[in-house]
T-cell receptor, first 117, second 114 residues
Framework: AQKITQTQPGMFVQEKEAVTLDCTYD???????LFWYKQPSSGEMIFLIYQGSYDQQNATEGRYSLNFQKARKSANLVISASQLGDSAMYFCAMRGNTQGGSEKLVFGKGTKLTVNP | NAGVTQTPKFQVLKTGQSMTLQCAQD?????MSWYRQDPGMGLRLIHYSVGAGITDQGEVPNGYNVSRSTTEDFPLRLLSAAPSQTSVYFCASRPGLAGADTQYFGPGTRLTVL
């Protein structure tokens, strides 16, 4: 079974500083994908970044980068130059499999990020 | 493109009532799914579909039915609502089994069952 662990229920960062949100995962599948989603207070789920298990380089998307350490089974999200609009819940997720053999996303419990002015 | 749309945004039901949550996507995505999000938890998969006419159960399927008669639409039916089904429901889609991995989510439906 696949599992995602986010150990930081809440994080605080000053505006313009960088912040790292932790994510560790557990899977026995050799091929998998890791995702980060942002959920602002308005409730929608916004895709941020994706890392495939065979990707050689860490994924980057603008101010977001994914620090992928395969041996440690970690996929931390780094947000550079934090903005007030970054305040939200952040979910790490992994592409896993249902008992029927099809795919699903397995989510962590999330980290609430607060950016202070 | 409107992306993934869901209706209604909010709904209050009494125990035992039935209703259908609507989900539609205009991106011609093969794969669609329904998740529920409960306080303090991430999303959990209810049902999913890999194409028109094909559906299967996810992690928490009890109390929910789905059908997929067209590529665009994937409604979720609650046959007899229970307080335990109070949650936020998200519909998601992605291009296909061989396509990009990213799932795109709708805005969610907040359901309260009294």
């Amino acid at each position: 079974a696949q599992k995602i662990t986010q150990t930081q229920p809440g994080m605080f960062v000053q505006e313009k500083e960088a912040v790292t949100l932790d994510c560790t995962y557990d899977t026995s599948d050799p091929s998998y994908g890791l995702f980060w989603y942002k959920q602002p207070s308005s409730g929608e789920m916004i895709f941020l970044i994706y890392q495939g298990s065979y990707d050689q380089q860490n994924a980057t998307e603008g101010r977001y980068s994914l620090n992928f350490q395969k041996a440690r089974k970690s996929a931390n999200l780094v947000i550079s130059a934090s903005q007030l609009g970054d305040s939200a819940m952040y979910f790490c997720a992994m592409r896993g499999n249902t008992q029927g053999g099809s795919e699903k996303l397995v989510f962590g419990k999330g980290t609430k990020l607060t950016v202070n002015p | 493109n409107a992306g993934v749309t869901q209706t209604p945004k909010f709904q209050v039901l009494k125990t035992g009532q039935s209703m259908t949550l609507q989900c539609a996507q205009d991106m011609n995505h093969e794969y669609m799914s329904w998740y529920r999000q409960d306080p303090g938890m991430g999303l959990r998969l209810i049902h999913y579909s890999v194409g028109a006419g094909i559906t299967d159960q996810g992690e928490v399927p009890n109390g929910y039915n789905v059908s997929r008669s067209t590529t665009e639409d994937f409604p979720l039916r609650l046959l007899s609502a229970a307080p335990s089904q109070t949650s936020v429901y998200f519909c998601a889609s992605r291009p296909g089994l061989a396509g990009a991995d990213t799932q795109y989510f709708g805005p969610g439906t907040r359901l309260t069952v009294l």
